[in-house]
């Protein structure tokens, strides 16, 4: 038995729910977030990376979960574009919830651009920083940042709320002006 066998197994035993709970913040069904899952842990123990705890790999592992369905939110675009040329019709999509969030917002979640979706799932709900974020999508700091804030902005108008920091803004500028 190769020495990273265990810690896979120890992963896939008691992280898999909370794996395929934030898979199903970034798939648009449950079997496609337990597919993700179950390609990243291949590909995570598969390569090269080695792993000393198991938090260590599940965060390694969150991370290709991300990776693979932009992947695949890439390919499904070439595919519908293929299709259409062929005048074909793909059957509806059928949405599962993700785990934790109101269905607002995941309907939300779901019309960001996959680029947007996965930099504000992994700025806002991984908390991971900017740098982190960059790193595992591939993308400049100032990429990280265009998206996320686009995805928010999206996310915002579509939920009719606003951005805490633009309320600050607002009561900031209100109280600082003077009537005459």
Same mark, same amino acid.
């Given at each position: 038995?190769?020495?990273?066998?265990?810690?896979?197994?120890?992963?896939? @035993?008691? =992280?898999?729910? #909370?794996?395929?709970?934030?898979? $199903?913040?970034? +798939?648009?069904?449950?079997? &496609?977030? /337990?597919?993700?899952?179950?390609?990243?842990?291949?590909?995570?123990?598969?390569?090269?990376?080695?792993?000393?705890?198991?938090?260590?790999?599940?965060?390694?592992?969150?991370?290709?979960?991300?990776?693979?369905?932009?992947?695949?939110?890439?390919?499904?675009?070439?595919?519908?574009?293929?299709?259409? @040329?062929? =005048?074909?019709? #793909?059957?509806?999509?059928?949405? $599962?919830?993700? +785990?934790?969030?109101?269905? &607002?917002? /995941?309907?939300?979640?779901?019309?960001?651009?996959?680029?947007?979706?996965?930099?504000?799932?992994?700025?806002?709900?991984?908390?991971?920083?900017?740098?982190?974020?960059?790193?595992?999508?591939?993308?400049?700091?100032?990429?990280?940042?265009?998206?996320?804030?686009?995805?928010?902005?999206?996310?915002?108008?579509?939920?009719?709320? #606003?951005?805490?920091?633009?309320?600050?803004?607002?009561?900031?500028?209100?109280?600082?002006?003077?009537?005459?």
């Amino acid at each position: 038995m190769a020495a990273w066998q265990p810690l896979l197994e120890q992963v896939a @035993r008691e =992280r898999y729910p #909370r794996l395929v709970a934030r898979a $199903m913040l970034v +798939a648009s069904s449950r079997s &496609e977030a /337990e597919d993700l899952v179950s390609d990243a842990l291949l590909s995570s123990f598969g390569g090269r990376a080695r792993f000393a705890t198991v938090a260590e790999a599940e965060a390694y592992v969150r991370c290709a979960i991300v990776s693979r369905s932009i992947d695949s939110s890439r390919r499904r675009a070439v595919e519908r574009r293929a299709l259409s @040329r062929l =005048r074909l019709e #793909r059957e509806p999509v059928v949405e $599962m919830p993700a +785990a934790g969030l109101a269905p &607002e917002v /995941e309907a939300a979640l779901a019309q960001l651009a996959p680029r947007e979706r996965a930099c504000v799932v992994l700025r806002h709900l991984e908390d991971l920083s900017v740098r982190e974020v960059a790193d595992v999508l591939r993308l400049s700091e100032g990429a990280v940042k265009r998206y996320t804030f686009d995805g928010v902005a999206a996310l915002n108008a579509a939920l009719g709320t #606003r951005d805490p920091r633009e309320t600050a803004r607002v009561r900031m500028t209100e109280g600082s002006s003077t009537d005459a």
